[in-house]
């Protein structure tokens, strides 16, 4: 994998930041975009900019046509087995809250569970605990090891024929923690539970087969991957996708409308209400084009390398302490002795260095780890050893300027 080459394609990193070569090391709040992706946005714009699936003209036409073309994409991408599982969202966000509102809703009771963990992003909780307060049911958290991972043996312990979903994030983005999903979803299975993955954290970084998990939804973003904001994915597996009710009504996901009644057009556009994301969907394709040439193993392997040499780099820094697995995905969260995490990374942007500090939408696990707050860094495709070396070099400085307090 040709880094060098790589980083060419992303115009952003070619710029200093207060006199410093910038050092790019929060993909995992978003990642950067490639020359492809902001052209195959401006190109809709510059040459096709129509409404999506309502005209015969030509715009339109060519407009709809790339729009189901990155919905194929998708698919192809994640291994859904139709289109029709690929309903295009704004975010993780709100894929999560589709399936919190038109599955959970109607199927929870007084004394069902869902089961969630305490590492879970704030957007994996909160709409487990709107559903569990409107239906009555009971939110219960899987334990957490010392090191920040799951054991098998606490998620049968803690599943049980009253759980009737089970929602867990694939990797934590604070701890890097990279949780078997594949088991987690057998399990629920067995007790009749559903499995609804955060994949916010995994899809940019690894190849995810949604089949070979048998999870039965999955969520992730358009903009963590290379992609433009404000597009995302909810898979669903078709059966249950069927029977869910929309949570958006108006334009573009009716068949009939009546004075008094109407009815929904088939998946996946019965969830797709108003204008579509059409632009969006369009840079996500791209991305999973400039995603799918570079190979996601890949990216995986060089992942690897990274965070290993990361990690050796970090351990040895005096007064550091670092958060999560020895194994784990490309990222890591850490602070400094008695320095708070923003002027941390305060220092380190004076540096040219962009990291991120505060409770990365992760409240519970910050009180689970007795923090208030952390820096992460985070590294993707474009990141070297040397990005590692300057941030330890803006660690030093760092520690220089709060020297007393060490």
């Not at 714009?45 to 715009?59: E, F, P």
């Not at 994030?169 to 594949?182: E, Q, Y």
């Not at 004076?350 to 500090?357: L, M, N, Q, T």
Request: proline residues 4%.
């Amino acid at each position: 994998m040709d880094v060098k080459a790589i980083r060419e394609q992303f115009p952003i990193l070619n710029q200093e930041i207060n006199g410093h070569p910038l050092v790019y090391l929060d993909s995992s709040a978003t990642s950067q975009k490639p020359v492809s992706v902001i052209k195959a946005v401006e190109d809709y714009y510059k040459q096709d900019n129509s409404n999506v699936h309502r005209g015969v003209h030509t715009l339109g036409t060519r407009a709809t046509d790339k729009y189901e073309g990155a919905r194929e994409k998708v698919r192809n991408f994640i291994n859904a087995s139709s289109t029709k599982e690929v309903i295009f969202t704004r975010g993780t966000t709100t894929s999560i809250n589709t399936v919190a509102y038109s599955y959970a809703r109607a199927n929870l009771k007084e004394g069902d569970e869902i089961v969630v963990t305490p590492m879970e992003h704030h957007s994996n909780i909160i709409p487990w605990q709107q559903a569990a307060k409107a239906t009555g049911a009971n939110l219960k958290y899987l334990p957490l090891r010392p090191d920040g991972t799951i054991e098998m043996e606490d998620v049968k312990d803690t599943i049980t024929d009253n759980t009737k979903i089970v929602a867990v994030m694939h990797v934590s983005n604070v701890l890097g923690t990279i949780n078997p999903i594949k088991e987690i979803a057998a399990v629920a299975h067995q007790h009749g539970a559903v499995m609804m993955v955060d994949g916010a954290q995994s899809v940019p970084h690894m190849q995810v087969d949604v089949q070979d998990l048998d999870c039965d939804f999955y969520a992730f973003s358009g903009h963590k991957m290379c992609g433009p904001t404000g597009i995302g994915v909810l898979y669903g597996k078709r059966e249950l996708l069927e029977n869910m009710e929309p949570v958006e009504f108006g334009g573009e996901m009716i068949d009939f409308v009546n004075l008094y009644d109407s009815t929904w057009k088939e998946l996946p556009w019965k969830f797709e209400g108003g204008t579509p994301i059409i632009a969006g969907a369009i840079g996500l394709g791209a991305a999973i084009d400039f995603l799918t040439d570079i190979g996601m193993d890949n990216i995986h392997d060089h992942e690897e390398q990274l965070i290993a040499y990361a990690m050796d780099r970090m351990k040895a820094f005096d007064g550091l302490t670092i958060y999560g697995p020895e194994q784990r995905a490309a990222l890591i969260t850490f602070n400094l002795t008695d320095v708070h995490p923003h002027d941390t990374a305060t220092v380190l942007d004076a540096e040219g260095i962009a990291v991120r500090a505060g409770h990365h939408c992760a409240q519970p696990l910050m009180k689970w780890l007795e923090v208030t707050a952390t820096a992460r860094a985070s590294f993707y495709l474009y990141n070297t050893p040397e990005d590692v070396d300057r941030l330890v070099e803006g660690l030093n400085k760092t520690k220089e300027y709060f020297g007393d307090v060490f």
